[in-house]
Every structure is written in structure tokens, then in C-alpha cells.
């Protein structure tokens, strides 16, 4: 027999059961329309990052520059030699790389814009200069007077602006961190140039919080790099001796169409017969 409080128990059950459906529904529907947002913001930042990308100024260099070779884990030796000896390709990069890039040339920019209105009068900023002997290409941030000493008065210094994000900034400026990749750059850049003196400022990519690292001139830090210069002169001068010898490619670089290759300014030159390479040699080296 069923009485009227059993009868009560089950619209309850029915009513749950409904609305246990219903939530799930909702809820099904509140998924639905958020992976549909996100897709629809995705579609919208990959096209917006395509054309960030397309409007980058390519990355082109003639020669072969220092940073080619010491901020490389590994080196491709025949990389050293095509940059040496050919004409470059522009690279391309990612968007968020590029951002990183521009982000960087800001600092750079600003810096050697103020620091040229504030000595009132001529200094070297990003100019390029040839070593005598590898041949090598190198560019200064800044070479400006600074003072040392009040009783000497201005010397001639080698500047090195670097940007750090806040991690790296505060690891560098409160735990004793040293930024050992811009004091190294600095270091080649005055045992090249015999400009002894040098201050290494990093600025806070995230706060524009600055340090200043004067640097004891430490030639010892640089002459472990000789034996790779001399065998890129090496390599090099078999080549403009027989253009036919060249060093082999790396396991990864297949194909022009490659990722490593796509990002390499080599990669033209690489991938080009020895009678295509005739077309992009870059005079200055095969005179």
C-alpha cells in the first residue's frame, strides 16, 4: 500500500533527479560556450601574431660577428665559414621572439639616446668595427668617456646594456648574482679594442629598476675563445682557397625547409650549389 509520505518521497527523488540533470546540462552548455571563447580568442591572436610576424624588420647582418659564435652551445663550423665568406639571408623570427628582440633594442635605444644627450658630446654607439687579424665583427653598446676617478677625470669606456627580466634582475642585484654573459661580451669588446675600462648596466625589464656592475678588465676570461677564432680562420681560409671544402651540416639540417635552418642567416648559402655561392660572395672577403 502506498501512503502519501511515499508518494512525497518520490516527487522529491524526481524533483532531484531533474535538477541533477538540469545542472549537468548547464553546465555541459557553460563548457561548451567557454572552449568555443577560447577558441575564437585563439583564432583571433594567431592571426593577430601573423601579422606582428610579417611586419618585423628582418635580421641581417654582413659578416661574421662575434655573437655568432660565443652565445652558441653548439657551433656549426660551417655556419662560420658561409657568414665569413657570403652574403646573408634575412631571418625571420617568431613573433614572441621578435617581441623579445624589439623589447631589448627599446633598452638599448634609450639608453644610448640619453647617455649621448648627457655627455654633450661624441660617442660610439652600435658602431661596428672590424678585428685586425679573425677578421671578426663586433659592435660596442656604447664607447663613452665615464669617470673613474675625479683626479684623472674621464676615461674611455666600453658600456654594455643588458635587459633582465625581474627574476634574473633581482637574482643579479640581491642574491650576489654577476651577469657573467654581458661582463664576457664586454671583456672581448675591450681586449679587441684596448679600451680597458668597463661598466655593464642592466635595467628591469618589468620595473626599469637599474644596476651598474663596474668590471675589473680580466683577459684571462676571454683567451679560452682563441682556439675557436683560430680554427674558424682555419676553416675559413681553406674555403677562399678551394671553394669547394667546406665543413659538413648538422644531423638537424636537412633541408632549407628545416627548423634549424629556417632560423639560420647560413641558409641560403648553405644549401646553394658551389656555382650558386659564386653570386653571394661578399667581396671584402674574397679580395
Not at 79 to 92: A, D, I, S, T, W
Not at 245 to 263: F, G, M, Q, Y
Amino acid at each position: 500500500m502506498t501512503t502519501m509520505a511515499d508518494k512525497a518521497r518520490r516527487m522529491l527523488l524526481d524533483d532531484a533527479d531533474d535538477s541533477v540533470e538540469d545542472n549537468y546540462i548547464q553546465s555541459l552548455d557553460a563548457q561548451a560556450e567557454a572552449k568555443a571563447r577560447k577558441d575564437e580568442r585563439k583564432k583571433h591572436t594567431d592571426k593577430v601574431l601573423a601579422l606582428y610576424q610579417a611586419g618585423q624588420k628582418p635580421s641581417l647582418r654582413d659578416g661574421l660577428h662575434v655573437s655568432d659564435i660565443f652565445h652558441r652551445k653548439a657551433i656549426c663550423w660551417r655556419k662560420m665559414v658561409l657568414l665569413y665568406c657570403y652574403q646573408q639571408n634575412p631571418v625571420v623570427h617568431s613573433a614572441m621572439l621578435t617581441a623579445r628582440f624589439e623589447t631589448g633594442n627599446a633598452i638599448h635605444g634609450r639608453w644610448q639616446e640619453n647617455i649621448a644627450r648627457a655627455l654633450g658630446e661624441e660617442i660610439h654607439v652600435e658602431m661596428q668595427h672590424v678585428e685586425t687579424f679573425w677578421k671578426l665583427l663586433f659592435t660596442p653598446d656604447i664607447i663613452a668617456p665615464y669617470e673613474w676617478d675625479e683626479a684623472i677625470g674621464p676615461e674611455p669606456t666600453i658600456w654594455e646594456i643588458k635587459g633582465y627580466n625581474d627574476a634574473e634582475f633581482r637574482r643579479l642585484t640581491l642574491k650576489g648574482g654577476l651577469p657573467t654573459d654581458a661582463i664576457l661580451q664586454a671583456t672581448l669588446y675591450a681586449w679587441f679594442t684596448g679600451i680597458h675600462r668597463i661598466l655593464v648596466v642592466i635595467e628591469n625589464k618589468n620595473t626599469q629598476a637599474v644596476a651598474a656592475f663596474p668590471v675589473e678588465y680580466d683577459e684571462s676570461l676571454v683567451t679560452p675563445l682563441v682556439p675557436t677564432f683560430d680554427r674558424i680562420k682555419m676553416l675559413v681560409d681553406e674555403h677562399l682557397a678551394d671553394a669547394t671544402i667546406l665543413p659538413d651540416r648538422l644531423d638537424e639540417c636537412t633541408s632549407p625547409d628545416a627548423d634549424v635552418p629556417k632560423s639560420c642567416a647560413g641558409c641560403t648559402a648553405c644549401f646553394s650549389s658551389n656555382q650558386q655561392r659564386i653570386q653571394l660572395r661578399r667581396k671584402v672577403a674574397w679580395e
